[in-house]
């Protein structure tokens, strides 16, 4: 079955570090892959997305993540974080159901910046 | 242009009761999608309506169903409330369908006591 695995609940980084997301997923076909971000008190805003091509992703708010098929990985990156960017980040990967498309959620991290 | 609205924002309704959550998409988007989303779950896919007709749909019981108007604007109902329904429901509109960005509104806080 399809699935997508967040494997870290909750991190913490001081303004300015360099960040890293994980997400892997479980999907036999070439997936669309999304990062997502809820801000507190908001709905969610899309970041990023991959389809085809060039496996390394630009998005925005200087967010960007690589593909990486041989891993079944997404991984979300930031060179310096801001504390603006503190808020919940899900990562997403869209399938095709026998005639319908359909996205799955991964639980989420929730990430704290430290001043 | 205007984004997703969703109205109530917030609810408290007691169990047995049932509700009626309202979701505005932005003007062109024809796909709507609803989602629910609490701590221990995260979000669950409940439906997805495309042209007044639903298109797909997650693994929520018969209480939970949806419809949509010819406006594009949709509703969700969830009949005979249990404490478990208590969440955050989001709606999200896309022009085609969920594998295109969608975007979501700040979502309705329902609380069943």
């Known amino acids: 079955a399809q699935s997508v695995t967040q494997p870290d609940i909750h991190i913490t980084v001081s303004e300015g570090a360099s960040l890293e997301l994980r997400c892997n997923y479980s999907y036999g076909a070439t997936p669309y892959l999304f990062w997502y971000v809820q801000s507190p008190g908001q709905g969610l805003q899309l970041l990023l997305k991959y389809f085809s091509g060039d496996t390394l992703v630009q998005g925005i708010k200087g967010f960007e993540a690589e593909f990486k098929r041989s891993q079944s990985s997404f991984n979300l990156r930031k060179p310096s974080v801001h504390w603006s960017d503190a808020a919940e980040y899900f990562c997403a990967v869209g399938v095709r159901v026998t005639s319908y498309d359909k996205v799955i959620f991964g639980p989420g991290t929730s990430l704290s910046v430290i001043p | 242009k205007a984004g997703v609205t969703q109205t109530p924002r917030y609810l408290i309704k007691t169990r047995g009761q049932q509700v009626t959550l309202s979701c505005s998409p932005i003007s062109g988007h024809r796909s709507v999608s609803w989602y629910q989303q609490t701590p221990g779950q995260g979000l669950q896919f409940l439906f997805e309506?495309?042209?007044?007709?639903?298109?797909n749909k997650g693994n929520f019981p018969g209480r939970f169903s949806g419809r949509q108007f010819s406006n594009s604007r949709s509703e969700m109902n969830v009949s005979t409330l249990e404490l478990g329904d208590s969440a955050l429901y989001l709606c999200?509109?896309?022009?085609?369908?969920?594998?295109?960005?969608?975007?979501f509104g700040p979502g309705t806080r329902l609380t069943v006591l």
């Open positions: 309506y495309f042209s007044e007709t639903q298109r």
């Open positions: 999200a509109s896309s022009r085609g369908g969920q594998m295109n960005e969608q975007f």
